[in-house]
């Protein structure tokens, strides 16, 4: 025999009332249940549209070269970024500074690693 009293093992759970916020925002949830529904078949449609047009070739090919890239891409992609992020720091002041230095280094960096681009962007322009 126990020498103490053991608890009920009757436990009820008693759910707390709503709050007259929590009753509105249920009604207007279900008010707005249609809306709601017809949104999301609007959108569910505009992906397949989406998904089917020329955008998606270009991405697709967009991430088929960045699966696959040429060697050393990457280390020129960095350099090239880098570039651009000391660009950044050291355009201190003029907004003017903040644009052109950045695209300027980013523009020697890509020059030095694609001299034949380069050139034919020069000669474009």
Not at 37 to 45: F, G, R
Not at 78 to 89: D, E, P, S, Y
């Amino acid at each position: 025999l126990s020498l103490y009293s053991s608890p009920s093992r009757e436990t009820k759970y008693v759910e707390n009332p709503q709050t007259q916020l929590e009753e509105g925002v249920s009604h207007l949830r279900h008010v707005m249940e249609p809306y709601t529904a017809w949104c999301q078949t609007e959108i569910d449609s505009s992906k397949v549209k989406v998904d089917s047009s020329l955008c998606s070739d270009f991405f697709s090919e967009g991430c088929e070269f960045l699966q696959n890239p040429p060697a050393g891409f990457y280390p020129r992609l960095g350099v090239i970024g880098f570039a651009g992020i000391v660009g950044l720091f050291l355009a201190r002041g003029s907004k003017i500074k903040k644009l052109v230095y950045p695209a300027g280094l980013m523009g020697i960096g890509a020059s030095m690693y694609y001299p034949q681009q380069a050139v034919s962007i020069a000669k474009v322009s």
